[in-house]
Structure formats: C-alpha cells, structure tokens
C-alpha cells in the first residue's frame, strides 16, 4: 500500500512509518502542504493520504475533489486539533477525521488500520493456497512454492485486493520506491513469472488479465491461461 503524509515532520514521518509496518507493507511519500501535495498525487497512484489540518478548507476541498476524481478509491483521513472542525471536515469529503492525535503515530496508525482493514493480512488462505505475508512463503497442499522479491509482493498485493482489477502503472506505484523508473515490461516479466510457477503447483491460473484494464487476482480452478 502507498501512502501519502501530508504536512508531517520528518521525525514523525518515521514514527508513523514503524508504526504502519506492524499492520502493512506500505510505501510512505511525505509532502509539506498540499501546494506540494499535488507534485505526488499528480504522478502517483495513493490508496490512503493523511492530512494536518491547516484551516485552509477551500483547498482541501480542491485537493480532496481532484484525488477522488483521479481514483475514488483513494481514502483520505484529516488530523485535526480542533473537535469543532469535524463536521466541516467530513463535508469536504474526507472518509475520517483525527482529533487531537496529531502527536500520536500509534494512534494514528490504528486509525489508518480501521479504515484500512481488509488491506491487512499477515497471511492470506484461500482453499489450498496459503500466502504468508510476514515470512513470504507461499505453500499449496502442503507443497512449498518459491517466489522472491517483487514477484511475491505483486502476488500478495493482488491476492488482498482479490478480484480488484490494477493496471501496470498501479502495480508500479504501489511497490517501487521509485515508480517513475520502473518499466511496464517489469510487471509483465514478473506476472509471468508468477503464473508460470503458481501453474505448475497449482494446475490452474490465479493472476487473470482483464483486456485493457490490467490484471486480477481470482482463486478460480481454470485451465484459462489469460
């Protein structure tokens, strides 16, 4: 998962960052308002951003408007001192509002996992196949199949997300540091490197492609090869 920090310093950036890694494997970005924001979001798919409330309402609407009209599954949570500010702040469109935690990564970070829950799995079990995130093993029938490195988290993305369709460019965003110098032929070597190996352990595909839009993960026993 990637996300967004918005108007943090640098210090608690890392605090919050600790603190995520016990829920996700999650890339973070930090920008210092959301002027700078947009210098992220505009190049870079986020599946949550958190935001310091800085009183400035007509742009955190702008912003919030344009992230959600770029990908509306975006999540965005808004830290805030004052209690009074919620209601205005939920009007805007945000999907969660933190009041007077602005100095707590852990409770922010619990924030982050109930809003973000179904993204968390420390092992996935589906049928025969078992994805151990935390360890990155991956068995079937009791039979170990190998995967490293990026190979397993693309896996392990998709298989969270079952049935969610991602394209190159998502796949991209969400697990490279650095996205805008990875290649879409990357993602594609290491699908079918992933099929191939999945295969013939499984017997059937578990990573389809959806013509146009990109890929999915689907635990469905077919000979189909797409």
């Not at 958190?50 to 990908?71: A, F």
């Not at 469109?93 to 968390?120: C, H, Q, T, Y």
Request: some cysteine.
């Amino acid at each position: 998962m990637r996300i967004l920090t918005i108007g943090f310093d640098d210090d608690f950036i890392k605090e919050l960052e600790f603190e995520l890694e016990k829920y996700f494997i999650c890339i973070v970005d930090s920008a210092r308002d959301l002027y700078d924001a947009t210098n992220f979001t505009d190049f870079r798919h986020y599946e949550l951003i958190i935001i310091v409330d800085e009183g400035e309402k007509y742009t955190l609407e702008k912003y919030s408007n344009e992230v959600k009209k770029k990908k509306r599954e975006t999540k965005i949570i808004v830290v805030t001192p004052n209690e009074k500010n919620q209601v205005e702040l939920f009007s805007l469109g945000v999907d969660d509002v933190i009041v007077n935690f602005i100095d707590s990564p852990e409770v922010i970070a619990v924030r982050v996992l109930s809003n973000m829950r179904k993204l968390f799995g420390t092992q996935i079990d589906i049928g025969k196949l078992v994805i151990d995130i935390a360890n990155k093993k991956i068995e079937y029938d009791d039979k170990i199949v190998s995967l490293n490195g990026k190979t397993f988290d693309i896996l392990a993305y998709l298989a969270l997300r079952e049935d969610r369709v991602f394209s190159k460019d998502e796949i991209i965003n969400a697990l490279w540091e650095e996205p805008e110098y990875v290649s879409d032929n990357t993602v594609e070597v290491a699908i079918n490197q992933i099929r191939k190996r999945l295969k013939s352990i499984l017997g059937f595909q578990v990573i389809h492609t959806v013509r146009r839009r990109g890929y999915k993960f689907s635990y469905e026993k077919t000979t189909n090869n797409s």
